[in-house]
Nanobody
Framework: QVQLVESGGGSVQAGGSLRLSCAAS????????MGWYRQAPGKQRELVAA???????HYGESVKGRFTISRDNAKNTVSLQMNSLKPEDTAVYYC?????????????WGQGTQVTVSS
């Protein structure tokens, strides 16, 4: 089993920045892809960004050029730097791990952290 604990998030005005972090513990050796998903009220959960063990990133179309995902394999952490935030970025953001395919979610999820962007 893998446990994922998120930190960061909060409220910010449009154009601002936030940073999310996720720390993994447990059976770390099973992790290849780590990433972030988000779910807004009334919408399906969507991929925000993901990154492989070798630090190859993948971004959802709506965040390209604004968000940056990074990973520290030594510390078993993944972070998401979010710049130029928009009100449509408002959602609960979830850390995810365990997939072998960067565009697919794995079976391990964090508890979620709220990001609210006001106009």
């Amino acid at each position: 089993q893998v446990q994922l604990v998120e930190s960061g998030g909060g409220s910010v005005q449009a154009g601002g920045s936030l940073r999310l972090s996720c720390a993994a513990s447990g059976s770390i050796g099973s992790i290849n892809v780590m990433g972030w998903y988000r779910q807004a009220p009334g919408k399906q959960r969507e991929l925000v960004a993901a990154i492989t063990w070798r630090n190859n990133p993948h971004y959802g179309e709506s965040v390209k050029g604004r968000f940056t995902i990074s990973r520290d394999n030594a510390k078993n952490t993944v972070s998401l730097q979010m710049n130029s935030l928009k009100p449509e970025d408002t959602a609960v953001y979830y850390c995810n791990a365990g997939s072998l395919v960067i565009t697919q979610s794995g079976r391990f999820w964090g508890q979620g952290t709220q990001v609210t962007v006001s106009s």
